[in-house]
């Protein structure tokens, strides 16, 4: 087997020998062969884990494209990844097998578990929700594939549907086993995208499909949709998965193997995070973790030293760099080991430190392979750590290293430099207010920021580095929020905010919600919006509210009242 990458040892021997085995002698691995290449070392990112892979890898190389990454790069996340796995299983408590929230309201969730356990209607094993008129799925294939296997169902899909059966839907979802949602291209989804959203905070038992929109000029009833709008509704779809995943929970894409697995957690009485590979599911784990910044460190250490700017380091700068992102020292015998590994052979005592060049990719496979091995100077060469030790060991404790990054750092995908000045220190991690809703209105800056700064608040504008997918970096400024404002204003769809405020009061969070309806006629983006795409946009946005009001979270349809509301809770939390 050809090896046209230098390997260093053991551990990038072994991810080469996968790597080989799904792309062959390919220097890049592309983008749709990530998660699997992972799922093949029984590592199992989410798919917004993947996607911070590919964008800190960009900003790293400061490539034009998020479309592959490098062995090298391969190679710092699988590792991490194992050594956050290895610690959660050697001790849970070092690693969160989900996110933690500091806006959490413990009361909430209490009232809400209380309510699904008093409900006295007759219980279902599985709530058939999501997409309805015109889809037929339910028909054609969910209600065949239950009754076959004596699996009782709820439908609310009824042909002489009345406005009294709303509180049957609600009593039926309350006492339903499974909730089975499939979200397809037919229709916009807004108040199921919601709603999802909503049970996967609330922790309920989800099996849900997702079926993306084709593209631009895709038609709902009828209507083409633009390419405004259907990034707006394929970025919806996305969050879904996302927060879905957050949860550790597997999203589907195939209808017939969700119904199957369906049936699997039904009879076996399987937690639905037990679902696998040989199920055809796609299992994910610690999905909240954050790894992209692992190489943005890894960056900063080499380009501490690449004053020039030449994109190589000497074997001498290499190991200052190693000590600036591990905290210790390449030993002798280590420099020895990569010395020959680039086929210069010799002795402790003559090594050509100065004359050896390493390149970035492999300066990422260096730490790769060496950050946890310790050599014993006691033991001779030879003797060295297990394969397993390569994987395990932990030097620096990652939670709090990766939470002191998020405060400092701020991704830009118009400004790739890592200089002090980009970094934004504003101390500690948590804030006192997340600016969440729509993007492409001031509201933040006209009206927001100056409210808080005049108030002595922090705050963290996702609007300045959002990227397409709820990465790990960005769902923990959300975390790491006192109070959660959502601003779901008139002129923007809003729907991804509408799903991240639904996910984090069905967590139980501190939220404060400012709701306006689109008005008719209404322009969005230049393009005005169809009677029925107001309609759906607006029903999203009311059951959003009803939502809230149920579980006391405050709701205003004025932005200045909703930071007036927001300001009182955070001092009163302070």
């Known amino acids: 087997m050809s090896q046209p990458l230098i390997l260093y040892g053991d551990t990038t021997r072994e991810l080469y020998e996968a790597w080989y085995n799904k792309v062959g002698s390919q220097t890049t691995l592309p983008h749709d062969k990530i998660q699997s290449l992972f799922n093949d070392i029984a590592l199992f990112p989410s798919k917004s884990q993947v996607f911070e892979m590919l964008h800190c890898a960009r900003e790293c190389s400061q490539r034009n494209t998020e479309n592959f990454i490098t062995f090298g790069e391969?190679?710092?996340?699988?590792?991490e990844l194992q050594k956050y796995y290895t610690n959660h299983e050697r001790d849970p408590s070092t690693v969160d097998s989900y996110p933690v929230q500091v806006s959490k309201v413990p009361d909430k969730r209490k009232k809400g578990e209380l309510r699904t356990q008093r409900s006295t209607t007759s219980a279902y094993d599985v709530f058939l929700g999501g997409s309805c008129n015109p889809t037929s799925w339910r028909k054609d294939h969910a209600i065949p594939h239950f009754k076959g296997r004596g699996i009782t169902f709820y439908n609310p899909q009824q042909a002489n549907w009345v406005p009294e059966m709303i509180e049957l839907e609600h009593q039926a979802k309350?006492?339903?086993q499974i909730l089975f949602w499939v979200l397809n291209s037919a229709t916009r989804n807004v108040a199921s995208m919601v709603e999802v959203s909503q049970f996967a905070g609330s922790?309920?038992?989800?099996?849900?499909?997702?079926?993306?929109?084709?593209g631009p000029g895709h038609q709902i009833l009828g209507e083409p949709i633009t390419k405004a709008e259907f990034e707006d509704l394929q970025n919806g779809m996305e969050t879904v998965q996302d927060l879905i995943e957050r949860q550790g929970i597997p999203v589907f894409s195939n209808l017939e193997v969700a119904l199957n697995c369906t049936s699997k957690v039904l009879k076996e009485n399987l937690a639905i995070e037990e679902?696998?590979?040989?199920?055809?599911?796609?299992?994910?784990?610690?999905?909240?973790?954050q790894i992209g910044d692992k190489l943005i460190r890894l960056r900063e250490a080499f380009d501490t030293l690449d004053t020039a700017r030449?994109?190589?380091?000497?074997?001498?700068?290499?190991?200052?760099?190693?000590r600036i992102h591990v905290h210790r020292d390449l030993s002798p015998l280590d420099l020895q080991a990569i010395c020959s590994s680039h086929g210069v052979n010799a002795p402790l005592t003559d090594l050509p430190l100065e004359q050896i060049?390493?390149?970035?990719d492999e300066f990422c496979s260096i730490v790769s392979e060496y950050k946890s091995k310790v050599r014993d100077p006691s033991r001779s060469r030879d003797n060295i750590l297990s394969k397993t030790v390569h994987f395990l060991s932990v030097l620096v404790s990652p939670v709090s290293r990766a939470a002191t990054w998020l405060s400092n750092f701020t991704l830009s995908s118009r400004n790739r430099t890592f200089s002090a000045s980009n970094m934004g220190r504003r101390g500690s991690a948590v804030r006192?207010?997340?600016?969440?809703?729509?993007?492409?209105?001031?509201?933040?800056?006209?009206?927001?920021?100056?409210?808080?700064?005049?108030?002595?608040l922090t705050f963290y504008n996702p609007a300045v580095c959002s990227s397409r997918r709820l990465i790990p970096i960005e769902a923990s400024a959300m975390d790491n929020s006192r109070v959660l404002l959502f601003a779901l204003l008139g002129d923007s769809r809003c729907l991804a905010a509408m799903c991240e405020a639904a996910y984090l009061i069905g967590l139980g969070c501190n939220v404060v919600l400012c709701v306006q309806h689109i008005q008719p006629g209404a322009r969005i983006g230049g393009e005005e919006l169809s009677k029925l795409a107001i309609k759906d946009y607006n029903r999203g946005r009311q059951y959003l509210s009803d939502y809230a009001n149920r579980e006391g979270v405050p709701v205003f349809d004025e932005i200045r009242e909703a930071l007036d509301c927001v300001i009182q809770k955070c001092k009163n939390t302070k």
């Open 203 to 214: 922790n309920r038992r989800l099996i849900v499909v997702l079926n993306p929109y084709p």
């Open 174 to 176: 309350n006492s339903s």
């Open 432 to 456: 006192d207010v997340y600016l969440g809703g729509a993007i492409s209105s001031t509201w933040r800056e006209q009206i927001a920021i100056p409210m808080l700064k005049k108030s002595g």
């Open 74 to 79: 391969f190679a710092v996340f699988a590792t």
């Open 357 to 360: 060049y390493i390149k970035f």
């Open 310 to 322: 030449s994109g190589k380091l000497s074997l001498a700068e290499i190991k200052m760099a190693f």
């Open 275 to 289: 679902l696998g590979l040989k199920d055809q599911a796609q299992p994910v784990r610690l999905a909240h973790i």
